[in-house]
């Protein structure tokens, strides 16, 4: 599995942004691929391994910054990445169409920041709807989590209101699957 460089800048902004005095001692925890990646500048439209680079970046992101909390790290860094791309180059998706459509829009995004990647959206309702997605790192949710947040920040910035999510059983053993629900 790979992440695009657009992942690896939004991480890299978040962290700049939230915890500017730690950034150095956070690289410092890295892999030497992630030192050499986030010492550098990271090609938005480059590839690297979920694996070797993102989710060390990620569990160095938790164990600095959320006591250990993994779930409450990829959490907060999807609620930022979120409104860092789509009050940014994804912008136009909350100005056009519903929310449905924004979560559609949003198979298109996934895909662009992950691949492999399968994104499926079912039981599409008024105000909720089932978005399943390819698990993207078998030894730990915290992409999974990322992802959920991406999607509760972007409905909440097309002025979706009291959005919540419930992690449900996937049908696919491959995937995870979340129901969106606002109102």
């Known amino acids: 599995m790979e992440v695009k460089g657009t992942g690896l800048l939004s991480l890299k902004d978040f962290i700049k942004e939230k915890y500017p005095n730690q ?20 090609n938005s439209s480059e590839w690297f391994s979920i694996s070797e680079v993102y989710y060390p970046a990620l569990k160095a992101v938790s164990d600095m910054f959320f006591e250990g909390n993994q779930t409450k790290a990829a959490y907060e860094v999807g609620l930022y990445s979120a409104k860092h791309d789509l009050t940014g180059v994804y912008k136009v998706f909350l100005l056009i169409g519903t929310p449905q459509f924004l979560m559609k829009a949003s198979k298109r995004i996934i895909a662009t920041y992950y691949r492999p990647v399968d994104v499926d959206i079912t039981e599409i309702q008024k105000n909720s709807l089932v978005l399943s997605v390819s698990l993207l790192h078998l030894q730990s949710e915290m992409v999974d989590y990322l992802t959920i947040a991406w999607c509760v920040r972007a409905l909440e910035l097309a002025n979706c209101k009291n959005v919540t999510y419930e992690k449900i059983e996937a049908k696919n053993k ?5 129901k969106l629900v606002w109102g």
């Not at 690289?27 to 030192?35: F, P």
């Not at 990646?37 to 990271?42: A, E, G, P, Q």
């Not at 491959?174 to 979340?178: L, R």
């Open 23 to 42: 950034y150095e001692l956070w690289v410092k925890k890295l892999s030497q691929e992630g030192i050499y990646v986030f010492s550098s500048v990271i």
């Open 174 to 178: 491959d995937m995870f699957s979340f």
